[in-house]
Each structure stands twice: as C-alpha cells, then as structure tokens.
C-alpha cells in the first residue's frame, strides 16, 4: 500500500486517481427570496421513491460522467436499494418536457445535519440558471424542522464552477480530503473517453 506523504509528492498506482475534495457547510438557511435568474416554469422537481436501480445509474452517468462519479456504480442492486429506500434519503429529479434533466439527494441518516450527496445537471441542461434553480429548490428542502447544519463536498475532478457556485450560495469551506478510488474508466464503469482533464496513466 502507498504511504501517504503530506509534503510534496505521493505515487499512486496507474489504475487509481485522486482528488482533492473541499467540504463546505452553512449553519443557518439562507434568504427566503429567491433571486430572478432560479425561477424556471419550464422545470419541475420530481420526489421519486421507487427508482428502478438501473434506470438511476443510468442517470448517475449522464450527470457525472465527465466527473468521473463512480460510487454508486460500484455497488450491486442490493447494497443501492439499501440507500435509496432509506427512508431518511430522498432522490429528486428536475426535469423539463424531455424527461430527468439531473439529480438531487439528499441524506438526512446523520440529523442534525443533512447533506447534499449528490447534485448535479445533464451537460446539456447547464446554463441558463437551472443550476441556481436547483440549489434554492435543494436548501428549501434541506431545511426542515430538526437541521441545523447542511453540508456538501466538491473536488478538483468537478465542473470548474462548481466552488465558487456553492460559495456563493452560502456554503463555507470548512475541510479538505484527499480522495483516490479506482479509475472507473479501467474497469469499463464509465467510457475510457471521460474527463479528459483526468488523463489515463499507462493504458
């Protein structure tokens, strides 16, 4: 196993990658009024409770792909039903005329505080304010009676808005973490074509 060094450079085998991921909080909801450019009549946010395992990784893909979201694709039908039956998690889809244009899911297993595991849009549906759009509809949703705290995390592998976006809609840095997981796209999880900005070593 690859000891970690904290000072200058750590190898990693050619079939692993690793990000640094930045977690980020906020400890009070923030203004009730939204602003102009989260208003989308042409979007809807969808609770859904019985989503059909492969229909979400499916989905999982087109949002996370470029990102190299690899997690739930790891697991078998089982241990994912697991969690998405949970009833302290809720999967929400935004979607417009075409069908589920993203994901939301928030996890509230650990209250007081609730986390924003995963949030993201179809490259397609970005712009246009969908993102902000979203984020209003998931802080509206993450602060119930009960939350004091609501959390998430990005890393180096995310859209390179993605910081600041949350940055600027409330969340404080409060941590960071060096993550390295298996490169999904050795094991055929995701096309070996994905995140470029992530290049392949060695294969």
């Known amino acids: ?29 923030p203004g009730s009024t939204p602003s102009a450019p989260s208003r989308r009549p042409d979007l809807a946010l969808n609770r859904v409770d019985d989503l059909d ?30 969690i998405l039956r949970d009833p302290a998690v809720e999967v929400y889809l935004p979607a417009s005329g075409d069908g589920p244009v993203g994901l939301l ?30 984020m ?28 600041a976006f949350y940055r600027r809609s409330g969340f404080v840095p409060y941590a960071r973490k060096i993550e390295a997981f298996p490169d999904p796209r050795i094991d055929g999880l995701l096309p070996r074509d994905a995140a470029p900005h992530v290049p392949l070593i060695g294969n």
């Open 1 to 29: 196993m690859t000891q970690l060094v904290l000072e200058g450079y750590t190898d990693l085998p050619a079939d692993r990658v690793a990000a640094v991921a930045t977690f980020l909080e906020m400890l009070e909801p």
């Open 53 to 82: 395992p492969g229909a979400y990784r499916d989905l999982f893909r087109r949002v996370g792909t470029e990102y190299l979201w690899s997690s739930r694709l790891r697991l078998d039908d089982a241990a994912l039903l697991d």
């Open 105 to 134: 899911e928030l996890d509230f297993r650990d209250m007081p505080s609730a986390e924003i595991a995963f949030f993201g849009l179809v490259p397609e549906a970005i712009g246009g304010g969908a993102g902000r759009w979203l």
């Open 136 to 163: 209003d509809r998931a802080l509206e949703l993450s602060w119930r009676d009960g939350v004091d705290r609501v959390w998430l995390h990005t890393c180096t592998f995310d859209h390179p808005a993605a910081l």
